[in-house]
């Protein structure tokens, strides 16, 4: 998960209201697909939600079109890269932070037969891994502390911060310079092997990206460098599309997509993988479009998609220390069907709560505190 928003810090500049949230609704889809996610015997072809994974493709795609939309016409205005940088940490680092404490303070609860490694790990053990993860230095699969072969095994979803950060850098050291033609060039290669991973790879799906090994620093590379950067062309192209009732008719597309069952299993997982392939590169792009149509837009749709918005990074970086939890019970304890979705509303209820607490008395205030501090001189 990745933020879309424009930089709370930035002089005043209009939101997107309504890809704010976007980003809110694929941020409920993506805990709705954990918690499902813990009754598939760790088998994406049984997961029932079953594309959830793909909002994470859906955040890189937000990211590019909204940094380019916050940051491209700055450049000239005299902004170096470690103003960009500045800017990006100060809306980026705080709960990444605060995720990796919540993951600490809840891994005494989260022992059992799918985390073989946290009943030998020590206390020195996790303060080690969670000031890496502060800086966001991430695991190797040996090194890491619970057996998932997780970069960020205290919370597993900063693994899409870790590449959100590189794609932030691409953009900022060079390829914020191309010229349209150059772009559009790059984006055409980086789908060429988003669909090379998807449809000739042996599993159909992007599923990965989480471990620091060859294939999920190629899967990772692969999921970011199509979405990010497509999203900065589409903001350049300037392609919008005007909807009526917007926000729901883009909320339904993608909870459509996120949700609907795995297409081919076995010798046809290729037919998956044209599905997702075409989630990325066509369908996701035009919820985008959509999205982007009207920016000066009223009402209780557009007040749920701002409340949506300001809750999605939040939610998207803390929810998963719960999913562990929730996770390991029902695997070793395999409670009835009925019970675990009545534990499992509590705990959707339970990760918004704390990601609104989260926002309300932490976020927002510390990045205030860091913007008048460290990004007042470098304002343009």
């Given at each position: 998960?990745?933020?879309?928003?424009?930089?709370?810090?930035?002089?005043?500049?209009?939101?997107?209201?309504?890809?704010?949230?976007?980003?809110?609704?694929?941020?409920?889809?993506?805990?709705?697909?954990?918690?499902?996610?813990?009754?598939?015997?760790?088998?994406?072809?049984?997961?029932?939600?079953?594309?959830?994974?793909?909002?994470?493709?859906?955040?890189?795609?937000?990211?590019?079109?909204?940094?380019?939309?916050?940051?491209?016409?700055?450049?000239?205005?005299?902004?170096?890269?470690?103003?960009?940088?500045?800017?990006r940490l100060v809306r980026l680092q705080p709960m990444i932070?605060?995720?990796?404490?919540?993951?600490?303070?809840?891994?005494?609860?989260?022992?059992?037969?799918?985390?073989?490694?946290?009943?030998?790990?020590?206390?020195?053990?996790?303060?080690?891994?969670?000031?890496?993860?502060?800086?966001?230095?991430?695991m190797t699969p040996s090194a890491e502390i619970r057996g998932?072969?997780?970069?960020?095994?205290?919370?597993?979803?900063?693994?899409?911060?870790?590449?959100?950060?590189?794609?932030?850098?691409?953009?900022?050291?060079?390829?914020?310079?191309?010229?349209?033609?150059?772009?559009?060039?790059?984006?055409?290669?980086?789908?060429?092997?988003?669909?090379?991973?998807?449809?000739?790879?042996?599993?159909?799906?992007?599923?990965?990206?989480?471990?620091?090994?060859?294939?999920?620093?190629?899967?990772?590379?692969?999921?970011?460098?199509?979405?990010?950067?497509?999203?900065?062309?589409?903001?350049?192209?300037?392609?919008?599309?005007?909807?009526?009732?917007?926000?729901?008719?883009?909320?339904?597309?993608?909870?459509?997509?996120?949700?609907?069952?795995?297409?081919?299993?076995?010798?046809?997982?290729?037919?998956?993988?044209?599905?997702?392939?075409?989630?990325?590169?066509?369908?996701?792009?035009?919820?985008?479009?959509?999205?982007?149509?009207?920016?000066?837009?009223?009402?209780?749709?557009?007040?749920?998609?701002?409340?949506?918005?300001?809750?999605?990074?939040?939610?998207?970086?803390?929810?998963?220390?719960?999913?562990?939890?929730?996770?390991?019970?029902?695997?070793?304890?395999?409670?009835?069907?009925?019970?675990?979705?009545?534990?499992?509303?509590?705990?959707?209820?339970?990760?918004?709560?704390?990601?609104?607490?989260?926002?309300?008395?932490?976020?927002?205030?510390?990045?205030?505190?860091?913007?008048?501090?460290?990004?007042?001189?470098?304002?343009?």
């Amino acid at each position: 998960m990745t933020t879309t928003a424009t930089d709370a810090t930035a002089p005043a500049k209009s939101h997107y209201v309504i890809l704010d949230g976007l980003r809110g609704v694929a941020a409920l889809m993506v805990v709705v697909f954990h918690l499902f996610e813990a009754w598939s015997g760790g088998d994406p072809e049984k997961q029932i939600i079953n594309h959830g994974y793909l909002a994470v493709d859906f955040f890189f795609l937000l990211s590019g079109f909204v940094v380019a939309y916050a940051y491209d016409d700055r450049w000239g205005a005299g902004m170096s890269p470690w103003d960009f940088y500045k800017r990006r940490l100060v809306r980026l680092q705080p709960m990444i932070i605060v995720g990796g404490l919540i993951g600490a303070a809840l891994l005494a609860f989260q022992h059992g037969s799918l985390f073989p490694k946290l009943d030998t790990v020590t206390p020195w053990q996790i303060l080690g891994v969670l000031l890496l993860s502060f800086v966001m230095i991430p695991m190797t699969p040996s090194a890491e502390i619970r057996g998932w072969g997780e970069i960020y095994p205290l919370n597993g979803p900063q693994w899409s911060l870790f590449y959100e950060y590189i794609a932030n850098i691409l953009y900022a050291v060079g390829l914020r310079k191309l010229p349209i033609r150059w772009l559009g060039a790059l984006v055409a290669v980086s789908a060429v092997a988003l669909i090379g991973l998807l449809v000739l790879g042996p599993r159909g799906d992007v599923i990965g990206g989480w471990a620091l090994d060859a294939k999920g620093v190629q899967i990772g590379l692969t999921r970011v460098m199509f979405p990010f950067f497509a999203g900065v062309l589409l903001m350049r192209l300037g392609k919008r599309i005007k909807v009526k009732n917007a926000f729901a008719v883009c909320s339904l597309l993608l909870v459509a997509a996120l949700s609907l069952p795995r297409f081919g299993v076995g010798d046809q997982r290729w037919i998956n993988g044209l599905y997702e392939a075409a989630c990325v590169i066509v369908l996701f792009p035009l919820i985008v479009a959509i999205g982007a149509g009207e920016k000066d837009v009223d009402g209780p749709s557009v007040r749920i998609a701002r409340f949506f918005g300001d809750l999605s990074y939040p939610l998207y970086i803390t929810h998963y220390p719960l999913i562990y939890i929730y996770t390991t019970w029902v695997v070793d304890q395999k409670p009835p069907v009925g019970r675990g979705a009545l534990v499992a509303v509590g705990v959707f209820v339970g990760a918004v709560t704390i990601a609104w607490a989260c926002l309300k008395l932490y976020d927002e205030p510390v990045r205030r505190r860091l913007a008048s501090r460290f990004l007042a001189k470098s304002a343009s």
